[in-house]
Nanobody, 123 residues
Framework: VQLQASGGGMVQTGDSLRLSCAAS????????MGWFRQAPGEERVFVAA????????TYADSVKGRFTISRDNAKNTLSLQMNSLKPEDTAVYYC?????????????????WGQGTQVTVSS
C-alpha cells in the first residue's frame, strides 16, 4: 500500500486545515489508519488513529476536541480535520497504516507511511 498525504500549509492561530491521505496499491478497508506528526528536532508522535471496524477513534490529549480523524473506505482515503490550530501544532504530518490493525499509538507498529505534509501555524 502506498500512501500520499496532502493538504498541509501555512495558517494562523485559530484557523483550520484538512489533511488527506490517498492510498493506492491496495485497500485500507481492513487496516488501522493513523496520523502522526514530527516537529523539528523532536520524535514522531501519535496524533490520531481509526480502526477499520467502526470503533471510536483515539486521539492524543493535545488534539482531542480540536482534530477529527475519518476514513472513507470506498474511496480508500483518510482525513484529518484540524480546527483551532495552535503554533504547537506545527510539524510534518504523516499518515500511516497498520496491517495488524492494533490501533496502537506507537509509530513503530505501523507498516506503511506517506511522505508527510508540512503544517505551519503562526501566532
Amino acid at each position: 500500500v502506498q500512501l500520499q498525504a496532502s493538504g498541509g500549509g501555512m495558517v494562523q492561530t485559530g484557523d483550520s486545515l484538512r489533511l488527506s491521505c490517498a492510498a493506492s496499491g491496495g485497500t485500507i478497508s481492513r487496516l488501522t489508519m493513523g496520523w502522526f506528526r514530527q516537529a523539528p528536532g523532536e520524535e514522531r508522535v501519535f496524533v490520531a488513529a481509526i480502526k477499520w471496524n467502526g470503533s471510536p477513534p483515539t486521539y492524543a490529549d493535545s488534539v482531542k476536541g480540536r482534530f477529527t480523524i475519518s476514513r472513507d473506505n470506498a474511496k480508500n482515503t483518510l482525513s484529518l480535520q484540524m480546527n483551532s490550530l495552535k503554533p504547537e501544532d506545527t510539524a510534518v504530518y504523516y499518515c500511516a497504516a497498520d496491517r495488524q490493525s492494533l490501533g496502537s499509538r506507537r509509530w513503530d507498529l505501523y507498516d506503511y507511511w506517506g511522505q508527510g505534509t508540512q503544517v505551519t501555524v503562526s501566532s
